[in-house]
C-alpha cells in the first residue's frame, strides 16, 4: 500500500518557465528550504544527489534513482530506505492554460515500514512540502 504526501499551488506562469526553475538543479539552493546541495543528472536511471533538512527531522544525505521525467511536467526519483521502505519524490506541473499552472511536489511511501513512517512524520513532511510548494511559487514570481 501506498502513503501520499503532497502540496499543490497555483502559479501564473508557462509551463516551461517553471520547468526550467526545477530542472536547474544546482539552482535548488537560492529557492528550496528542504532539499539543498542537488547535484545529478535528469535522465532515465539518472542520480540526484541532495541534503534533505526537514524541521523535526534528522537532516540526510540523499540518493535517488530518476523513474520517471518530462520536460514542462514532472521529475519523479525514487530512493530506497533500506529494506524497511522506499520513497518516491516528485515535482509535477500541469498546465491549466497558457501562462496559468499548478505545481505539485510529494512524497509517496511504501514497503514495509512505509504506513508507520507515513503515520508518524505525516505533519512534519506536510509542512517540508507546503514550504517547497510555497519557496517555488515566490521564485518563480520574481522571474
Not at 93 to 113: D, K, M, T, Y
Request: hydrophobic share 40%; aromatic share 10%; net charge negative.
Amino acid at each position: 500500500m501506498n502513503f501520499k504526501i503532497e502540496k499543490r499551488v497555483g502559479v501564473r506562469a508557462p509551463s516551461d518557465r517553471i520547468w526550467e526553475v526545477i530542472a536547474d538543479l544546482p539552482g535548488w539552493d537560492s529557492w528550496n528550504p528542504v532539499e539543498t546541495g542537488v547535484s545529478g543528472t535528469i535522465a532515465f536511471g539518472g542520480q540526484i544527489n541532495l541534503t534533505e533538512s526537514i524541521e523535526g527531522l534528522p537532516g540526510r544525505q540523499v540518493t535517488g534513482r530518476v523513474a520517471d521525467w518530462q520536460p514542462n511536467a514532472q521529475l519523479v526519483w525514487t530512493e530506497r530506505r533500506g529494506w524497511l521502505f522506499n520513497v518516491v519524490r516528485y515535482y509535477e506541473i500541469e498546465e491549466l492554460e497558457p501562462g496559468s499552472c499548478i505545481i505539485a511536489n510529494g512524497f509517496i511511501f511504501s514497503g514495509f515500514r512505509g504506513e508507520g513512517f507515513h503515520d508518524k512524520h505525516r505533519k512534519t513532511i506536510r509542512n517540508a512540502c507546503e514550504a517547497i510548494g510555497e519557496a517555488l511559487r515566490l521564485k518563480i514570481d520574481s522571474l
